[in-house]
């Protein structure tokens, strides 16, 4: 079974920082694309930020500079540092794993910027 879980969403001020961490399970962790999505209130869910697996990424332009993906295949982890945090970065975070059409996407955590 495929389980992807997302943890480190949370409330904070505008220009702080979040990590994000999505573990994952049941699947070939290294020869999936990761990415990390976001959904905002009456809004479509969005790419945040992708990484291959070999490494190459691709980030949104609304968070290129303030948004970092990294990977860690030995742990089955995928981050998303989020610094300098707006306001109009609230949404739902979710993590998500594709592999020649195999889809599996998390939960979601929430990311609430306000201050």
């Known amino acids: 079974q495929v389980q992807l879980v997302e943890s480190g969403g949370g409330l904070v001020q505008p220009g702080g920082s979040l990590r994000l961490s999505c573990t994952a399970s049941?699947?070939?962790?290294?020869?999936?694309?990761l990415g990390w999505y976001r959904q905002a209130p009456g809004k479509q869910r969005v790419l945040v930020a992708k990484i291959t697996s070999g490494g190459n990424t691709n980030v949104a332009d609304a968070v290129r500079g303030r948004f970092t993906i990294s990977r860690d295949n030995a742990k089955n982890l995928v981050h998303l540092q989020m610094n300098d945090l707006k306001p109009e970065d609230t949404a739902v975070y979710y993590c998500?794993?594709?592999?020649?059409?195999?889809?599996?996407w998390g939960q979601g955590t929430q990311v609430y910027v306000s201050s």
């Open positions: 049941g699947i070939t962790f290294s020869t999936y694309t």
């Open positions: 998500n794993a594709w592999w020649k059409g195999y889809d599996y």
